[in-house]
């Protein structure tokens, strides 16, 4: 398989951790949609990354459509997001959460960073992050302290979610160990592990 995108990307980072978690062997591109607009477009018309292109040659697109095919092919009995019920209702309501709260936050990062000064709109940027940080409250009170993960006492997309938004948080300067702190230290732990070790960008 081949991954297309950097791991800067937190949707990108999604695909490449779970890729990790399933002992899957790919290869990776590290194509940005900026950087590199004619060949993300190549593989995917968006122009947005991740890609993935399967060993048959067909290419996937966007994280969730992603990361959904990789966990009913390869989850076994156990895939990061259940396959019905309540507890895949649950690991899926996370991952919105903390999906949407990187979207916002990355709407901000291109307000700020991709926009002439005169033009910068502050009170949406404002706006926007105080939306990832309502979400990320809300996950953060959801974290049992004394245990290693959010739900089902095991690895879900709702911690890969959970971390890479923690982690763009910071980067976008949300001092996450003051305001949330539970949901720092699940993240932290989780960067204990491989998957989230080996795709460091």
Request: proline share 6%; with cysteine.
């Amino acid at each position: 398989m081949l991954l297309i995108g950097v791991n800067r990307s937190p949707y990108t980072r999604r695909v490449a951790i779970t890729l990790k978690h399933y002992g899957l062997p790919y290869e990776q591109r590290d194509l940005s949609g900026f950087g590199n607009r004619a060949d993300v477009r190549a593989v995917n018309p968006l122009g947005r990354i991740p890609a993935l292109v399967l060993d048959d040659g067909e290419t996937l697109l966007d994280s969730a459509a992603i990361v959904d095919h990789l966990d009913q092919t390869y989850g076994g009995s156990q895939p990061l997001t259940p396959a019905s019920g309540t507890d895949r209702r649950a690991v899926l309501k996370v991952a919105a959460l903390m999906m949407g709260a990187c979207d916002k936050g990355l709407h901000a990062a291109y307000e700020r960073n991709h926009h002439p000064p005169e033009k910068v709109h502050q009170p949406w940027i404002d706006d926007c992050l105080a939306q990832m940080r309502t979400a990320l409250s809300a996950v953060d009170g959801m974290v049992e302290p004394s245990q290693p993960y959010l739900l089902l006492g095991r690895l879900t997309q709702a911690d890969i979610a959970a971390f890479i938004a923690e982690r763009l948080a910071r980067g976008l300067k949300i001092d996450t160990a003051a305001e949330m702190p539970r949901l720092h230290a699940l993240a932290k732990g989780l960067l204990q592990k491989t998957a989230f070790t080996s795709t460091e960008p």
